[in-house]
């Protein structure tokens, strides 16, 4: 079993369209995050969540909206997509808001905006 | 914030010895992780330092120096298979245990 998995793997889409990536984690842990990597790899946090509470909320356009409705799910809504917004976007989840320093990564959905 | 530097490359031949050096600046600081990353493939978690000292992991070691604000990843024996980019990240007690990463050293392995 997948400890982290996100879906779709793959999104090719046009800019100006509306998508969204989901992610669960079966390792019963308590924090999830969104990470994104960009063509340079550039790993910058977007957003956590810890026992469905947004503890973390970068500086991210307002475009993206995340949301946890149980604690082993993290999904991300992106709406009026643009360039800019190609990627590879990370779920990754921690127990206990990282307490150990190891986030697990899921395998990672590539993004991109046509 | 915070802050990471971490050189862009590194090279060496399969055998060697390699150390990645990661320096950072941090409003609060837990600790530093380390992770590595194949093309194509998610970050995994290699190791983790909060207190100074060296913590080993077969062929790998971590270093962390809090007074100094540095660490480091070694590499030993080095195989082919190492060739991927490593991220060392900072784990921020400011900022509910956020961990934020570097940009990341790309190592490639020759034979």
């Known amino acids: 079993d997948t400890a982290v998995s996100q879906t779709p793997k793959y999104l090719v889409t046009q800019m100006g369209n509306d998508k969204s990536i989901k992610c669960e984690q079966n390792l019963g842990h308590d924090t999830m995050y969104w990470y994104k990597q960009d063509s340079k790899k550039f790993l910058k946090i977007m957003f956590s969540y810890n026992n469905k509470e947004l503890i973390i909320n970068e500086t991210v356009p307002n475009r993206f909206s995340p949301k946890s409705p149980d604690k082993a799910h993290l999904n991300l809504h992106i709406n009026s997509l643009e360039l800019g917004d190609s990627a590879v976007y990370f779920c990754a989840s921690s127990q206990d808001r990282g307490n150990t320093g190891e986030l697990f990564f899921g395998e990672g959905s590539r993004l991109t905006v046509l | 914030g915070q802050s990471l530097e971490q050189p862009s490359e590194v090279t060496a031949v399969e055998g060697a010895i390699v150390q990645i050096n990661c320096t950072y600046q941090?409003?609060?600081?837990?600790?530093l992780s380390w992770y590595q990353q194949h093309d194509g493939g998610a970050p995994t978690f290699l190791s983790y330092n909060a207190l100074d000292g060296l913590e080993e992991t077969g062929r790998f070691s971590s270093f962390l120096s809090r007074s100094d604000s540095y660490g480091y990843l070694l590499l030993q024996e080095l195989q082919m298979k190492d060739s991927a980019s490593y991220f060392c990240?900072?784990?921020?007690?400011?900022?509910?245990?956020?961990?934020?990463f570097g940009d990341g050293t790309t190592l490639t392995v020759k034979p």
């Open positions: 941090t409003s609060g600081f837990y600790g």
């Open positions: 990240a900072v784990r921020d007690s400011t900022n509910a245990g956020k961990s934020t």
